[in-house]
């Protein structure tokens, strides 16, 4: 016998005791089957086979605490495995039970309904619906305003899971007046609170510019700055994603949190840890910098190219570096001063070589070229784009001889450079399909020099002019 069937075997056993007269022994049993229910889904498809949520669902609402406690604990174990059997909790009328809970005396009774409701919302809108048309959200935000700090963390973090899913069922929350009492607890001293806290109200806002400025319009800033500084690396990541989020939406969002010093506390946050913490301020700068001119040169003042450079050297994961080189790009493709600002930090031959590296994801190669494409499109700095004439291949090549065809004709000081660093050279040992956009770059660049310097530098002269040595004959 597998171990597989003796659970579900001991699963059948524990049943019975359910219905014991002895209320220990009823508690003892709905821990054990949720324990059970809690290590994985099979097992907590077996407690739904077995019958056992209609039971449980009835004691909710006769049984004391305790057993309340134990059965939103079934419950949640079994709503948290699949979709399918979250939907099986909501098919027994455990919802409505589970609402009634909300108001119980009791904070632990209340807390574990709240758990398990959240459970079940966060699998997908239709169930989260559920939830909200079994009236829990205007007690969830009740919940937020008692006084047990772990009744408010889970309370957050349902109205959290029943958010995400769709404007719609943010405005739900909204609509209970949740986000002022949320805003109200950003800066209370317990850290997991915060961190369910900053996701609730980033879920909020991530829907719509309408509900972005509802969550700015509770006043979050300056005081959400304060999480990029925190000594808890999720708080600084929630808090992160909440800006992120925010800013996303539009230029006057973007504009606002440049103004209340957020680039400044994002830029920071990103230098002072690591790994996937980094990632939202990593984005949130993109975003930002996305928008306009004028903000994209908000975050190279703030000095966002070196955080982001450094980035891309020193992260191991690929959707990291991925993420800040599409911030790059974001910031170089506005003009030839922005591009020059990301140019200037070298990281240029950086995004060519992941974008060529064949160990580099597709996602990563995608972002680099893209980025390259972004900034080379605008840079006029002929001192970041020279040495990757030697590497590039010819789908981005184009675009470095394309900025060179642009700026030689008009600069004499810089086609002397050219010469001299060997980019002339590297240019006539290009191979470019006649009549192509690269060829015509290249006639350009070609036409700014004497017919003679061009073929001294074009590949073979110099065996053309060996060869005329040795077939000259002296005049004796």
Known sequence: ?????????????????????????????????????????????????????????????????FYKKAAAFVLRAVGKHSPQLAQAIVE?????????????????????????????????????????????????????????????????????????????LAQTVVDAGAIAYLAQMILNPDAKLKCQVLSALSQIAKHSVDLAELVV????????????????????????????????????????????????????CIGSCKGTVRLP????LGYVAAHSENLSMAVIV????????????????????????????????????????????????????MYMDIRSSEDLQLKAKRALKNILQKCTYLPALEPLLHDAPPNIMKHIV????????????????FVTSGGLKKVQEIKAEPGSLLQEYINTINNCYPEEVVRYYSPGYSEMLLERVENYQPVL
């Open 1 to 65: 016998m597998s171990q597989r069937q003796v659970l579900q075997g001991v699963i059948s056993l524990l049943r019975p005791l359910l219905l014991d007269v002895v209320p220990t022994i009823q508690q003892t049993a709905a821990l054990a089957l949720g324990r059970l229910a809690y290590f994985n889904d099979d097992l907590a498809e077996a407690v739904v086979k077995e019958d056992i949520l209609p039971q449980l669902v009835c004691s909710l609402s006769e049984q004391n605490r």
């Open 92 to 168: 027994c009328g455990a919802l409505e039970a589970l609402v009634i809970c909300l108001e119980d005396f009791d904070p632990g009774v209340k807390e574990g309904a709240a758990w398990a409701l959240g459970y079940i919302a966060r699998h997908n809108s239709e169930l989260s619906q559920a939830v909200v048309d079994a009236g829990a959200v205007p007690l969830l935000v009740l919940c937020i305003q008692e006084p047990e700090i772990a009744l408010k963390r889970i309370a957050a973090s349902t109205l959290s899971d029943i958010s995400k899913h769709s404007p719609e």
């Open 217 to 268: 319009e509770a006043e979050i800033f300056p005081v959400v700055l304060t999480c990029m500084k925190d000594s808890d690396e999720y708080v600084k990541k929630n808090g992160a994603t909440l800006i992120r989020e925010i800013a996303k939406h539009s230029p006057e969002l973007s504009q606002f949190i440049v103004n209340a010093g957020g680039v400044a506390a994002v830029i920071d």
């Open 281 to 284: 301020g990593i984005m949130m």
């Open 302 to 353: 703030s000095k966002g190219i070196p955080p982001l450079c450094t980035c891309l050297l020193e992260e191991h994961e690929d959707h990291i570096k991925a993420a800040a080189a599409w911030a790059l790009g974001q910031i170089g493709r506005h003009t030839p001063e922005h591009a020059r600002a990301v140019a200037e930090t070298n990281v240029l031959g950086t995004l060519l070589s």
């Open 402 to 417: 394309g900025q060179f065809s642009k700026v030689l004709p008009h600069d004499s000081k810089a086609r002397r450079l």
